[in-house]
Structures are given as structure tokens and as C-alpha cells.
């Protein structure tokens, strides 16, 4: 770390949402009273021991936390193979793909829609890429009476129709978005655009750490769940801490609730893992970190895919819940600090993460963490086999099987 | 006097009109919404993303966009008005990222030296102001604020402070071009702006008609058309000057008629 690090990496944002440079309320006038509001309404309920016991009790009985901790002892020996004698680390997993509805977005989700309960909102919105957004929002939306317009873009509905019926099952009304390119981005303009025209009755429940300020705050609060267990599973399984951790980063909400419990434990390493699509050389990937620079966009400050006007890039991923071309302001200012080490994993390496394993845990992954097993899969071997790495396994892999027998010419 | 604060002495409303750079002939579109009678001319910098912006704007600004406008193209529509139109004044309109991409300072300056009289800058409310109003100011640009129905009157003070040209009141909350607010509502609303500041107020958000403008008129010192101009860009394409000095022409005479 160098000598300009914070005393700690734990206390942002600042008062105004600022994580550094990055973050801070870029919204238009009209939402601006409201992000206040739920600035107050989030301070209130953080101070609130019932709001928390409730939150914890969903987690708890509905989602099915504490999600395990696994040591993936297959894939460990598998990744020996190719390491010199005395290397290969450990690998385990942090199970969030166990969770009901498949994915750690449920985490959030919990959070927030009892944020809206408090606040008196009788209407809820998201934007969803992959889709698991959408139906964690569907499904607490069910769970609690409220109605529920999901934004998602047409070309995603195309490629992630399961996830679509569920939505629709649930009760949600399903918006394909057509503007733009029909991703993740356009699905986001359009809930703004709903939010600004309803601001009276409806909350906008968004999927990742990112938005403006306080929305990357309690997001990672709220999936903060993720490591704070994984911290205490982890001395009490091993005896020690993680010495790298690995998740995959689209907006990020995932690899920011693995690590932020863990940022002033200084010898635990930290890697986040984007999408590289065809190649970070061309513009067909979503490495916003890797590959973008910094802007301002969905009321964010943070690193963007841009052309030199500041023209948005769409940017390309195998992976619907990456295909975004920004990142939270959280994860650029640790990328400025140094404290998180980011990485890239194009779509084929991606594919060989997930058929990884498959093979060796009978574990079928999302695409999104075969993003970082791919990462795991390269590190494991340069590390000492007494050392450790937790991943994120954030989602699994059932809705993706289509795009995946797609990719592999296996015709279902 | 500035030519902004000229524009908002008349004896009438003023009557401010809005195109998107880069969409149509946009030479021609400026000049004829100066002969129609505009007293301001808003110039939209279009941007990929304009979450502020209803179906027309946006469907303006990805026409602007796939022809492969740059911010030099809009400045440089900026700079050629300012060549035929000394005494009109010119305000940029956009979203913050195209804004600060090569840094405020730059961006300020290039306006400035472009012959730009203000700034609205969509997503940057008094809370950012550091990421461009300073620059604005040292410019000599003045930077004008949005106020919407959410906008209240402790609020007020913040979003007025180190703004100047006028203030613009967003009639409803929602996005452009779409719905409209009750006359009444207006009323009051400006009537509540007007009593906490001496800068002229602007009502836009939906003004398609020029019963609509008047109505506006009799209580507000602007006027702000968008949509219905852009709209006439997209259906007429090199043909819309004609429809635009017209619809500009109908709008100043309700508006003068008030």
C-alpha cells in the first residue's frame, strides 16, 4: 500500500457520497429531494435495531442464510496439476448461488424493499440485465403485496427468457426496453424516466452498488452479509483469513459485499474480475475499469466505456449481468487506491471457468462467477498450497444453459 | 446589459425555443426560429444517454449521434449562430458527461470563446456544482438551474445560489414532451419562485401548443418549447425550417397576445 492509504478503507463514502472522486448524486433536479429522502429514511433505519432485525430474519428464513462456505477440494486438486510441487492454493467457494432465486441479488433486494415499506411507497421498479435482479425484485414484490414493472432490455429478454417467465410468474410486469441497444444501460434510462415521472408513489429498487448516492452505500450494506460470514466461516472452517479474494464485477454489488468486510485486514488480497467479451483490445467487452475512463452517468461519477466526447460505449459481454458499461464508484476508488487488484476474463475463457465446474464440484455457475473462477483457475497454481482463495460464487448456472449449449454448437 | 437579461426585458414573455445539434440542417433549423421570433435559442448537446428526456429528444439525439456529431460540430453551430446572430442569445443544453469530458475549464472556455450565454447542464444539481459550475462562472457563463414540483421552498435557496440567466421551472415532474401540468399548478408554482428570486423564470416541460405558451405567459417570463420543434426536425427532416418558423411564429404571437 503507499503512504497516501487511508487509515481505513472501510469508512466511505463521505457525507456528500463521495467515494474519493467518484460517486456523489448526479440526478436531475426532480429526483434530487427524493435521493435525499432516502438518505434520511436509510440513516433512520441503520439506527433502528427492528429494521435490522427484520432484514436479518428474511435473510435468514426467506433467502436461506448463512449461505455455506465450501472447500471445493476436486477443483483444488484439478488446479495442482499444473502447479509446481508445493503450489496450489486452496480454493473455496462462498455459496451465494444457494440462495432463493439463485444469485446474491436477493440480498439487496430484502433491504430495500423494507426501506420502501418504511418510506410508504406502494409501487417498485427495477432494471434488470441478466434478469436475476428482476426476479429478486419480483420475487420480494410477491413476498410483500407490491406491484412491480421490471425494465429490461429487449435484446436481454431474447437471451435470458426463463428468467422472464419467472418474472412474469411472479406477478412483475415485464418492460422490454428498445431504445439504445437494448441492454442493461437502456433498461436503466428507462426506470430514471419512470422514476422521475412517479416520484410521488414508487421506489426504485437498483441492482448493483452503483447510482447515485446513497444507493452504492446501502447496497453494499446490504450484501455486506456476504463477507461478514464468509470472515467468520472462515476462521472458524480454516483458523485463518482468505489470503485472496475473487468475485466477478458487472456493476459490482457482489465483489463489494465479499470484500468490504475484509478491506483493513491488510494481508488479505483482493481481485475483481471484469468481463473482457471478445478482447480487451477491441471495443467488444465491459471492463469499465480495465478499459474506460472516468465520467458521469445514472448519477454516478466512475469509470465508464466512452468514446473521447464522452459518448457512452455499449460495450459487449457473453454475460447479461456485465453487460453494463460502468462500474460502482466504490470499486474505482478502490482501483485508485490500489486496495483491489481488477483483472479481465474474455467470454471463451469464461466458458471454460464454467465448464471447470461443472466437472470437478458438480456445481453448474452462472456466467457471471465463471468469470472468476477463470481468474481462480489462473492464480490458484502461482500460490502456495497452505494458502487460501474465497470466491464469490454468486449465481448459478440455470439460466445460462442456453447461451452456453449455444456456444458450445450443442444444439437442445 | 447581457443578451440574456435583454432577451427577458420585453414587453412580453420570452419565448425560448429548443433543437437538438446535429439533427436536420441545424444552420437552417437556428435561423428560422430566429425569424419566427425566439427571443432565446436553446441548442441540445446530444448525448447517448438522456435518462431526462422523453421519446421525440431522445429519438433527436440518437439521429444527431448516427450521423456522427461531436461537441466540436455543436460548437461549431454555436460559434457560426453567434457570426449571424450577434444579439440572440444562446444557451447549451445537455447531460453532464459530454460537458466535463476534456475537463470543465475546457469546456467552459470553448463555449465562452463559441459565443454561449448559458449552460443547463440536466444532471448536475446544486450538490455537484463543483464538477462545472465554477468553471461556468469564471467563464463568464451563466449556469441555469432546474426547479421542478419536488423542488421546495427550503430547497429553493440551494438551487438558486451561483445560478444566473433564468431559472428553469420544470412544469411537471416527468420527462420531456410527454405530459402536461394544470395551468393553475403553474400559477402557483411561479408565483413561489418569483417571490424567492429577481432572476427571470422559465416554465417548460410539455409546451406543445401556442394556447399552452400563452397561458404560460400571463404568469411566467419565459417560455420554453421543445419537443413539438424537434418532433417537426425528425417528420420534415430538410424541410422543417419552413415548419419551424411557422410553429415559432404561432407560439410568440399567443405568447404576445397574453
Redesign the interface.
Given at each position: 500500500m503507499n503512504e497516501t492509504s487511508p487509515n481505513s478503507f472501510r469508512n466511505q463514502p463521505d457525507d456528500?457520497g463521495h467515494f474519493g472522486d467518484f460517486g456523489?448524486?448526479?440526478?436531475?433536479?426532480?429526483?434530487?429531494?427524493?435521493i435525499l429522502d432516502l438518505e434520511r429514511e436509510y440513516r433512520a433505519a441503520q439506527e433502528d435495531p427492528a429494521f435490522q432485525a427484520e432484514f436479518d430474519d428474511l435473510l435468514e428464513h426467506y433467502v436461506g442464510r448463512p449461505s455455506p462456505l465450501y472447500h471445493a477440494e476436486r477443483l483444488t486438486e484439478e488446479l495442482r496439476k499444473d502447479a509446481k510441487p508445493g503450489m496450489g492454493a486452496q480454493v473455496w467457494f462462498k455459496r451465494d448461488e444457494l440462495n432463493h432465486t439463485g444469485a446474491h441479488k436477493i440480498n439487496n433486494c430484502i433491504g430495500q424493499i423494507l426501506l420502501a415499506k418504511r418510506m410508504g411507497k406502494t409501487r417498485i421498479i427495477a432494471e434488470t440485465g441478466a434478469g436475476q435482479h428482476g426476479v429478486a425484485t419480483a420475487t420480494v414484490c410477491a413476498r410483500f403485496g407490491l406491484p412491480c414493472v421490471v425494465y429490461m432490455g429487449a435484446e436481454d429478454v431474447a437471451r435470458q427468457s426463463p428468467n422472464v417467465f419467472r418474472m412474469k410468474l411472479l406477478g412483475a410486469e415485464v418492460v422490454p426496453v428498445t431504445?439504445?441497444r437494448g441492454t442493461l444501460?437502456d433498461a436503466m434510462?428507462d426506470a430514471?424516466?419512470d422514476w422521475?415521472?412517479?416520484?410521488?408513489d414508487t421506489f426504485y429498487i437498483i441492482g448493483t452498488a452503483a447510482g447515485p448516492h446513497p444507493y452504492p452505500e446501502l447496497v453494499r450494506d446490504f450484501q455486506c452479509v456476504i463477507g461478514k460470514e464468509a470472515r467468520a466461516q472462515m476462521l472458524a472452517r480454516a483458523g485463518k483469513l482468505p489470503d485472496l479474494l475473487i468475485a466477478c464485477i458487472g456493476g459490482g454489488s457482489n465483489a463489494l459485499g465479499l470484500f468490504h468486510p475484509f478491506l483493513d485486514d491488510a494481508d488479505v488480497r483482493m481481485l475483481g474480475v471484469e468481463a473482457a467479451g471478445k478482447g480487451l483490445e477491441g471495443s467488444e467487452h465491459n471492463a469499465s475499469l480495465l478499459g474506460g475512463s472516468p465520467?458521469?452517468?445514472?448519477?454516478n461519477?466512475t469509470y465508464?466505456l466512452?468514446d473521447?466526447?464522452?459518448?457512452?460505449s455499449e460495450g459487449y459481454s457473453i454475460s447479461a449481468g456485465l453487460d453494463y458499461p460502468g462500474i460502482g464508484p466504490e470499486h474505482a476508488w478502490l482501483k485508485e487506491t490500489g486496495r483491489v487488484e481488477y483483472t479481465a476474463v474474455t467470454d471463451d475463457e469464461a466458458l471454460e471457468g464454467f465448464q471447470l465446474l461443472c466437472r470437478t464440484e458438480g456445481i453448474i455457475p452462472a456466467l457471471e462467477p465463471s468469470h472468476a473462477l477463470t481468474a481462480v483457475s489462473k492464480r490458484a497454481p502461482m500460490m502456495r498450497e497452505d494458502e487460501i482463495i474465497c470466491m464469490n460464487l454468486c449465481g448459478r448456472g440455470d439460466k445460462d444453459i442456453f447461451t452456453v449449449a449455444e456456444k458450445l454448437g450443442v444444439e437442445m | 446589459m447581457t443578451r440574456l437579461q435583454n432577451a427577458f426585458s420585453k414587453p412580453h414573455a420570452a419565448f425560448v425555443a429548443f433543437i437538438t445539434a446535429g439533427d436536420g440542417d441545424t444552420a437552417a433549423n437556428l435561423d428560422a426560429l430566429v425569424e419566427g421570433g425566439a427571443d432565446v435559442i436553446e441548442l441540445g448537446m446530444p448525448f447517448t444517454d438522456p435518462m431526462a428526456d422523453g421519446p421525440a429528444i431522445q429519438a433527436a439525439n440518437l439521429r444527431s449521434l448516427g450521423k456522427g456529431t461531436t461537441t466540436a460540430d455543436v460548437l461549431q453551430y454555436a460559434y457560426e449562430f453567434r457570426e449571424r446572430h450577434p444579439d440572440v442569445p444562446l444557451v447549451l443544453m445537455g447531460y453532464a458527461n459530454p460537458m466535463i469530458r476534456r475537463g470543465p475549464e475546457w469546456f467552459a472556455n470553448a463555449a465562452k470563446g463559441a459565443g454561449v450565454d448559458g449552460v443547463i447542464c440536466v444532471d448536475i444539481p446544486p450538490e455537484e456544482d463543483d464538477a462545472l459550475g465554477p468553471a461556468l462562472r469564471d467563464a463568464g457563463i451563466s449556469p441555469i438551474r432546474l426547479a421542478t414540483p419536488t423542488t421546495d421552498a427550503k430547497r429553493l435557496p440551494q438551487v438558486l445560489e451561483g445560478s444566473s440567466g433564468f431559472l428553469y421551472y420544470v412544469s411537471v415532474a416527468g420527462v420531456t414532451g410527454l405530459q402536461q401540468a394544470a395551468a393553475g399548478s403553474i400559477e402557483e408554482a411561479v408565483a413561489a419562485l418569483k417571490a424567492a428570486t429577481d432572476i427571470p423564470v422559465a416554465v417548460g416541460f410539455g409546451v406543445r401548443e401556442p394556447a399552452q405558451a400563452a397561458a404560460i405567459a400571463a404568469h411566467a417570463d419565459g417560455v420554453v418549447v421543445g419537443s413539438a420543434f424537434v418532433d417537426l426536425v425528425g417528420e420534415h427532416g430538410a424541410k422543417a425550417p419552413a415548419k419551424l418558423q411557422e410553429l415559432t411564429a404561432a407560439m410568440v404571437e399567443a405568447i404576445k397576445a397574453a
Amino acid at each position: 500500500m503507499n503512504e497516501t492509504s487511508p487509515n481505513s478503507f472501510r469508512n466511505q463514502p463521505d457525507d456528500r457520497g463521495h467515494f474519493g472522486d467518484f460517486g456523489g448524486r448526479y440526478v436531475a433536479e426532480t429526483l434530487m429531494p427524493l435521493i435525499l429522502d432516502l438518505e434520511r429514511e436509510y440513516r433512520a433505519a441503520q439506527e433502528d435495531p427492528a429494521f435490522q432485525a427484520e432484514f436479518d430474519d428474511l435473510l435468514e428464513h426467506y433467502v436461506g442464510r448463512p449461505s455455506p462456505l465450501y472447500h471445493a477440494e476436486r477443483l483444488t486438486e484439478e488446479l495442482r496439476k499444473d502447479a509446481k510441487p508445493g503450489m496450489g492454493a486452496q480454493v473455496w467457494f462462498k455459496r451465494d448461488e444457494l440462495n432463493h432465486t439463485g444469485a446474491h441479488k436477493i440480498n439487496n433486494c430484502i433491504g430495500q424493499i423494507l426501506l420502501a415499506k418504511r418510506m410508504g411507497k406502494t409501487r417498485i421498479i427495477a432494471e434488470t440485465g441478466a434478469g436475476q435482479h428482476g426476479v429478486a425484485t419480483a420475487t420480494v414484490c410477491a413476498r410483500f403485496g407490491l406491484p412491480c414493472v421490471v425494465y429490461m432490455g429487449a435484446e436481454d429478454v431474447a437471451r435470458q427468457s426463463p428468467n422472464v417467465f419467472r418474472m412474469k410468474l411472479l406477478g412483475a410486469e415485464v418492460v422490454p426496453v428498445t431504445s439504445g441497444r437494448g441492454t442493461l444501460k437502456d433498461a436503466m434510462n428507462d426506470a430514471l424516466r419512470d422514476w422521475v415521472a412517479n416520484v410521488h408513489d414508487t421506489f426504485y429498487i437498483i441492482g448493483t452498488a452503483a447510482g447515485p448516492h446513497p444507493y452504492p452505500e446501502l447496497v453494499r450494506d446490504f450484501q455486506c452479509v456476504i463477507g461478514k460470514e464468509a470472515r467468520a466461516q472462515m476462521l472458524a472452517r480454516a483458523g485463518k483469513l482468505p489470503d485472496l479474494l475473487i468475485a466477478c464485477i458487472g456493476g459490482g454489488s457482489n465483489a463489494l459485499g465479499l470484500f468490504h468486510p475484509f478491506l483493513d485486514d491488510a494481508d488479505v488480497r483482493m481481485l475483481g474480475v471484469e468481463a473482457a467479451g471478445k478482447g480487451l483490445e477491441g471495443s467488444e467487452h465491459n471492463a469499465s475499469l480495465l478499459g474506460g475512463s472516468p465520467g458521469i452517468l445514472h448519477g454516478n461519477k466512475t469509470y465508464l466505456l466512452q468514446d473521447e466526447d464522452g459518448q457512452i460505449s455499449e460495450g459487449y459481454s457473453i454475460s447479461a449481468g456485465l453487460d453494463y458499461p460502468g462500474i460502482g464508484p466504490e470499486h474505482a476508488w478502490l482501483k485508485e487506491t490500489g486496495r483491489v487488484e481488477y483483472t479481465a476474463v474474455t467470454d471463451d475463457e469464461a466458458l471454460e471457468g464454467f465448464q471447470l465446474l461443472c466437472r470437478t464440484e458438480g456445481i453448474i455457475p452462472a456466467l457471471e462467477p465463471s468469470h472468476a473462477l477463470t481468474a481462480v483457475s489462473k492464480r490458484a497454481p502461482m500460490m502456495r498450497e497452505d494458502e487460501i482463495i474465497c470466491m464469490n460464487l454468486c449465481g448459478r448456472g440455470d439460466k445460462d444453459i442456453f447461451t452456453v449449449a449455444e456456444k458450445l454448437g450443442v444444439e437442445m | 446589459m447581457t443578451r440574456l437579461q435583454n432577451a427577458f426585458s420585453k414587453p412580453h414573455a420570452a419565448f425560448v425555443a429548443f433543437i437538438t445539434a446535429g439533427d436536420g440542417d441545424t444552420a437552417a433549423n437556428l435561423d428560422a426560429l430566429v425569424e419566427g421570433g425566439a427571443d432565446v435559442i436553446e441548442l441540445g448537446m446530444p448525448f447517448t444517454d438522456p435518462m431526462a428526456d422523453g421519446p421525440a429528444i431522445q429519438a433527436a439525439n440518437l439521429r444527431s449521434l448516427g450521423k456522427g456529431t461531436t461537441t466540436a460540430d455543436v460548437l461549431q453551430y454555436a460559434y457560426e449562430f453567434r457570426e449571424r446572430h450577434p444579439d440572440v442569445p444562446l444557451v447549451l443544453m445537455g447531460y453532464a458527461n459530454p460537458m466535463i469530458r476534456r475537463g470543465p475549464e475546457w469546456f467552459a472556455n470553448a463555449a465562452k470563446g463559441a459565443g454561449v450565454d448559458g449552460v443547463i447542464c440536466v444532471d448536475i444539481p446544486p450538490e455537484e456544482d463543483d464538477a462545472l459550475g465554477p468553471a461556468l462562472r469564471d467563464a463568464g457563463i451563466s449556469p441555469i438551474r432546474l426547479a421542478t414540483p419536488t423542488t421546495d421552498a427550503k430547497r429553493l435557496p440551494q438551487v438558486l445560489e451561483g445560478s444566473s440567466g433564468f431559472l428553469y421551472y420544470v412544469s411537471v415532474a416527468g420527462v420531456t414532451g410527454l405530459q402536461q401540468a394544470a395551468a393553475g399548478s403553474i400559477e402557483e408554482a411561479v408565483a413561489a419562485l418569483k417571490a424567492a428570486t429577481d432572476i427571470p423564470v422559465a416554465v417548460g416541460f410539455g409546451v406543445r401548443e401556442p394556447a399552452q405558451a400563452a397561458a404560460i405567459a400571463a404568469h411566467a417570463d419565459g417560455v420554453v418549447v421543445g419537443s413539438a420543434f424537434v418532433d417537426l426536425v425528425g417528420e420534415h427532416g430538410a424541410k422543417a425550417p419552413a415548419k419551424l418558423q411557422e410553429l415559432t411564429a404561432a407560439m410568440v404571437e399567443a405568447i404576445k397576445a397574453a
